[in-house]
């Protein structure tokens, strides 16, 4: 981050150097074209009049005509000056980054280029369909031939249906939604389908005294919600003795908060992309903020390797050269690195779990390995490596 940081301080003059000339160009060039407009008056009077042209007019037209020129040269060398400024942002660019980003990840990686394409694609696609850019995702499959099935298309459609129905604070797509996988969401703890029969009890609520009675009437939706959050009902039903003097004058105005139309819509996407077997997050927009995390420290071991001409180091396409910190937001499985060697476990590497209850790698376990026995590197317990267990963490 700190290379985008020096590229941006020289853009962030570029532009204020554009601004800059932006403004004085306006300036300048209002203020000659009054001067010109009152020249072109003064010609126009003398020649109504049919006086030849006096020494004084003559002397001012070669003034006006120097001014001319004086000014565009000016604003000329003025431009001139920005492009050195343009340049330095290109420098810094090539100073900062690897133009050659491609050499960080080795060809093993990528089964063919059609595929590396294909899979760009592809995640591209999936990234405008979450986003919510439905037309823009259908033109990127017509121009790169790409052939995504209905059923990959139809639950972005749906999700990004009931989504803007929410943002236009329209409920019923989103409630019939999940009344009709309500046995889904119970198996997921999911408390959606309360959080949307709450909201449209608030919005009831909101109404006035003239909404009570059908305010009372639609709350024995809460009847199947009474045991997990009873709470939250008795708040809702206790808001209804101030209905009268206005909710948002009493201590219930919380309700009214217009963060409730925020949350709903995380809640359901939450909910919903659980359900439908998606992702929350774009894994475009995931791989996107790891790969900054990651490039910069890739970067480096790239210029190690190749000083110490140790290109074998990297064969493998499924695992990176050493582990890189992604921070607990991309921890998406759990992680076991193993205490003696320092390395994270792997399909071929697993954890094992010893006799005394310590866990350490399999290839830890063959390096300590003496005369047959095994003696633990945390306990003095001596066992046969033999009754070593595969975990699964």
Known sequence: MEQCGCVERELDKVLHKLLGYG?????????????VRHMREELGAAALQGAPL???????????????????????????DIHSSVSRVGKAIDRNFDAELCGVV?????????????LLQLAIVEHLYQQGMLG??????????????VDFKQPFLELNRILEALRQ??????????ISHQQQLLELNSSLEFRLHRLHFIRLLAGGPDKQLEALNYARQFQPFARLHQREIQVMMGSLVYLRLGLENSPYCHLLDASHWTEICETFTRDACALLGLS????????????????????????????RQCTGVWSHKDELP?????????????VFACPILRQQTTDSNPPIKLICGHVISRDALNKLINGGKLKCPYCPMEQNPADGKHIIF
Request: proline share 3%.
């Open 136 to 149: 823009v995702a259908e033109e990127l499959c017509q121009e790169s031939t790409l052939n995504l099935d």
């Open 23 to 35: 403004h004085h160009c306006e300036r300048s060039l209002g203020e000659l074209l009054r001067y």
């Open 280 to 307: 929350v997050e774009s894994p475009l927009g995931v791989s996107f903020a790891s790969g900054c995390v990651a490039l910069p420290v890739l970067m480096n071991i790239k210029a190690v390797i190749e000083q």
């Open 54 to 80: 006096s020494a004084t007019l003559s002397l001012v037209m070669s003034q006006c005509c120097r001014k001319i020129k004086d000014t565009v040269q000016k604003l000329a060398s003025d431009h001139k």
């Open 106 to 118: 080795p060809d093993v990686v990528w089964e063919s280029h059609e595929k590396q394409q294909q």
């Open 322 to 334: 050493i582990e890189i910190d992604l921070g607990m937001k991309c921890w998406y499985h759990s």
């Open 169 to 178: 604070q329209d409920l019923r797509p989103a409630l019939d939604w999940a």
